[in-house]
């Protein structure tokens, strides 16, 4: 069988032009109760999409072009018709294939000149834009960058249509209406990157979405941070400086990479405030000591010191007892230990060192289930005296030490896997948190990618895995486990059909229920997250035994 001949751009359009508007007879399906069938068109009269969300390239273009020109589509192409507008475009994905569908219909007319298509009804620019980022999202085709562009567009169209400013909750909402399930947290990276990372041009489609959450975010907070202690500077200018010199990153650089970028900040803004850079670099740890500092303490020695962070601590305490400390609820923990027990603990159990304190003594008994006016059982301490208990921080108790040193470990889990973004704040759950589900595919395909580990790994640990969290309520009355809307773990959860999806499409593919699971993170020495679990696991039985003594050591 001879190769049909390649033609050349010319060629091309030559046949193109011959053509012209020959007519060839349309058959169509019936439509279905939504309008939605499937029609027969000219390719030629069918547009890709102007605002398809994603820009880069198919890897394999003519391996595609190969297998369409033998096997054809096997999945048609979804059109729609925008009112008072003859041409047909492309209603949710398939650019690419569109593309090469238009090629083929001029090398081969005969076979590809015209193409059946599934046909549904205009509705609106969003619903399209929304097709086209679940469509791609579906597909693992979009990078961070353009699906944050697309997400933002989005809300952009959405409150065009309707006239309304949507509020981040209702923005939530709507995007799990279209299958695109999403976090606050997530939207905040989405927002950050589009308003401040433009200005990297080509180079901005290497920037990961961990690389926003764990380098870019937090250094932009610091740096505005100091900026803002200086009279006459505010919000808005730092904003206007740092996307100017962001913009000015390309041309030093002919690659892009996250800590470079944060140096050019770095340096241009040492610049602008008069200082040394590595003057502004010890401001910036004196002011994460202590926040509050006016710009004279930010260059005094004494305010240099450094806040401990966590240690990464392995316990045989916290290893003997994973089982029951997987098994989330506080009161399950306590069960799990005898009268002797306690008293061996004690003994011969220290707690790794503290994390520094982010919650008020109040605030973080509330948290624990006890209440806000004093610990629960029998001890006698009186946070109002000048008393303070042996190896407690001023004004914070051992019971609210051990609830910061999880956290402490909680989120170093989730920034080394990239997963802070659905750590959810719950202060009537166990451990004062639980997973919010992602958007379809961030977090990866399999059990083996690391973002889905930390996943399942902090849902077990937190007690939302647990059917019976769904009834649960706190000392107050209150839903142990909230519920934050249609796209919320609790209501996901809760509903038969789609729990199986989300694990399916969000969640990796498969749960990752079983104990040997979390057993393989913690016994696994060359596991990114195995020092960080094995000192989180012990951190939460050493906040577990304080509870057992009524928020003593």
Not at 46 to 71: C, K, M, Q, W
Not at 253 to 273: G, I, S, W
């Amino acid at each position: 069988m001879s190769t049909p001949k390649k033609l050349t751009a010319d060629e091309i359009m030559a046949k193109a032009r011959a053509r012209g508007q020959s007519q060839q007879p349309v058959p169509q399906t019936p439509a279905v109760s939504d309008g939605t069938k499937i029609i027969r068109l000219r390719v030629a009269d069918v547009d890709a999409y102007e605002g398809n969300p994603r820009t880069e390239e198919h890897a394999d273009f003519d391996g595609l072009l190969g297998s369409i020109r033998a096997d054809g589509i096997s999945q048609l192409l979804t059109v729609t018709q925008r009112p008072s507008n003859p041409r047909h475009v492309l209603h949710s994905g398939g650019g690419t294939r569109l593309k090469a569908l238009k090629i083929l219909s001029l090398e081969e007319p005969e076979k590809f000149e015209f193409y059946d298509f599934v046909y549904k009804p205009y509705t609106s620019e969003s619903n399209i834009l929304a097709a086209h980022l679940a469509e791609n999202i579906q597909r693992a085709n979009m990078t961070f960058w353009d699906t944050a562009k697309g997400i933002i567009k989005m809300r952009f169209e959405r409150e065009h249509e309707t006239g309304q400013t949507l509020s981040s909750r209702e923005f939530e909402q709507y995007l799990k209406q279209k299958g695109l399930a999403t976090s606050n947290q997530t939207l905040q990276l989405y927002e950050f990157s589009v308003e401040k990372l433009s200005g990297l041009g080509s180079q901005v489609q290497k920037v990961a979405g961990k690389h926003v959450l764990r380098l870019l975010r937090p250094v932009y907070a610091n740096l505005q941070a100091l900026w803002l202690k200086h009279a006459g500077r505010t919000e808005d200018d730092f904003a206007a400086a740092y996307k100017h010199w962001v913009s000015l990153y390309p041309a030093s650089h002919t690659e892009y990479n996250a800590d470079d970028l944060n140096e050019h900040v770095v340096t241009n803004t040492a610049h602008e405030l008069g200082y040394a850079i590595d003057e502004l670099e010890v401001m910036i740890s004196a002011l994460e000591t202590n926040p509050k500092a006016d710009l004279t303490d930010l260059m005094s020695p004494r305010q240099t010191a450094q806040a401990v962070p966590p240690v990464s601590v392995a316990t045989d305490q916290g290893l003997a007892n994973l089982a029951a400390t997987l098994g989330g609820a506080s009161s399950a923990a306590t069960s799990a230990y005898s009268e002797s027990d306690k008293e061996d603990n004690e003994d011969d159990y220290t707690p790794p060192s503290l994390p520094p304190r982010t919650q008020s003594p109040s605030s973080l008994r509330v948290a624990h289930g006890l209440k806000p006016d004093g610990l629960a059982g029998s001890s006698t301490h009186d946070l109002g005296s000048d008393e303070q208990p042996q190896n407690e921080l001023p004004g914070v108790t051992f019971l609210d030490s051990a609830f910061q040193q999880v956290r402490g470990y909680l989120l170093e889990i989730a920034d080394i896997a990239a997963v802070t973004s659905y750590v959810t704040d719950s202060p009537s759950m166990p451990y004062g948190y639980f997973m919010e589900i992602p958007l379809a595919g961030v977090l990866g395909d399999g059990r083996d990618e690391l973002p889905v580990q930390a996943w399942w790994f902090l849902a077990n640990l937190s007690g939302q895995l647990n059917l019976s969290i769904l009834e649960t309520k706190d000392a107050f009355g209150q839903p142990a486990l909230p519920e934050t809307g249609e796209a919320g773990f609790k209501h996901v959860m809760a509903n038969e059909d789609l729990w199986p999806l989300a694990v399916a499409e969000s969640l990796g593919g498969e749960s990752l229920l079983e104990v040997d699971f979390a057993f393989g993170i913690l016994t696994d020495p060359t596991h990114p997250l195995g020092e960080a679990a094995i000192a989180l696991v012990g951190a939460c039985r050493s906040y577990n035994l304080a509870k057992i003594n009524g928020g003593r050591q």
